[in-house]
Every structure is written in C-alpha cells, then in structure tokens.
C-alpha cells in the first residue's frame, strides 16, 4: 500500500530552505522544459517552486501533492493561477491519464515501490509523452538527513535505468547533474551531519558552486 514516508514537518523544512537556491532551481528548471508538452503533471510539487515556473510558460499544469498540510499551501499558493489545477496524489496508483507528460523531482526516493510508481507516472502520460525524473546520486552519500526526509535509496544510472525498464518506459536520455553540489550535501549533512536548510551554505553552493558546476556539465554534455 501506497504510505508518505519521512517526517513531514523536517521534509516542508528543507523545501523552505531550498527555495532560497534560486539558480539551482532555474537549472533543473530548464532541464525539463524541452519535454513537458502542453499540458503535463507534476508529482510531488511540494509548496509549489517549480510548479509556478513552469505554469508560467504552459497553457495548463497540473500540480500533484501527497502530504494534506503541503496540499493545502500548495492550493492556496496556486490560487490565482487559472491554468492549474491541483490535486492530491500519492504513488504507486492505478489512475490514467492523457498527460503530455508527467515531471516528478526528488520523490522517487521516497517511494519503496519505485517501479510501481514509475509505471503509474508512465500512465498518466499520452503516448509519445515523456516522463522526467530528478533523484539523489550515489548510495555512500545516504546519511541522516535523507532518514530525516524519508529517503528509501539514492540511485545510480544503473540502478534508476533497471527501475525505469522495469515498469516498461523507454531511456532516451539519462546523466549525472551538479557533481560539486553532491560533494558539498555530502560534507554538509553526513560529515558534519546538517539539514539543507536556508543559511551561509546554500547561498554560497547557489551563487558560486553552482554556476560553475553548470557551466563545466554544460561543456562534457
């Protein structure tokens, strides 16, 4: 059965401190910008941060929350925005769509049926529709605060391409993004065991670290 994994007030905690990284949040913005199509679904928009840019841009958007009181921020966030709809969602389902495609960042971890939850975002999307997914990297990196949030892994290609094919979706484009900033979640949260929160850390990681990091996997791409 599908359940909400973590502890949810540390989880809406994080994603208020992370809103403060606005250049990593237009990166991973424009890596999907190229697949959504003109109508597509989000799972789990959390308080809405990337549900509102890409709403900016799209005829319609559906955005998608599992925990009630993040469903509720999230509504009322949203609220004067006419071409979204949002609903409340939890995976692995056995809904269909008709989704251009189906956008999910940092969720999958969450999730102890991943490829259950693969295959109900493969459902809801159209044929010829992509399904795009942003998770953490690399299990050595898995320390107290992906407990804290409810992580299940942290994936490989290999491991999230086994999963992908698994629940029947086609790879067309899988790689590694934002090296340094792994390193830096690494010392920060397993070394000297800190949350990603709004602080000195994530303003420097967004304003110096990650223009760099961009930059340099912009060029090997």
Do not use: C
């Not at 159209?126 to 892994?153: E, K, L, S, Y």
Request: no cysteine; proline share 5%.
């Amino acid at each position: 059965m599908a359940e909400i994994t973590g502890d949810q007030r540390v989880q809406s905690e994080v994603l208020e401190g992370l809103a403060t990284a606005v250049n990593h949040r237009r990166w991973f913005i424009e890596l999907a910008v190229p697949y959504l199509g003109d109508d597509p679904i989000e799972i789990g928009s959390g308080l809405g941060d990337y549900a509102l840019e890409w709403s900016e841009r799209l005829p319609r958007f559906t955005a998608t929350e599992a925990d009630p009181a993040r469903l509720v921020q999230l509504k009322e966030r949203l609220a004067n925005r006419p071409n979204v709809d949002v609903r409340q969602m939890l995976l692995p389902h056995n809904d269909r769509g008709d989704y251009s495609a189906a956008v999910s960042y940092n969720v999958l971890e969450h999730i102890e049926d991943h490829v259950g939850a693969l295959q109900s975002m493969r459902d809801l999307v159209r044929p010829g529709g992509a399904v795009i997914i942003i998770v953490p990297a690399f299990q050595f990196a898995m320390g107290p605060a992906d407990i804290a949030t409810g992580h299940v892994r942290r994936y490989t290609k290999k491991t999230l391409g086994a999963a992908m094919t698994d629940a029947g979706l086609t790879i067309e484009k899988m790689h590694y993004a934002n090296a340094l900033g792994l390193i830096g979640y690494f010392m920060a949260t397993k070394v000297f065991r800190l949350m990603p929160k709004e602080g000195p850390m994530v303003k420097v990681y967004d304003t110096l670290v990650l223009p760099a990091t961009k930059a340099a996997e912009q060029l090997v791409l």
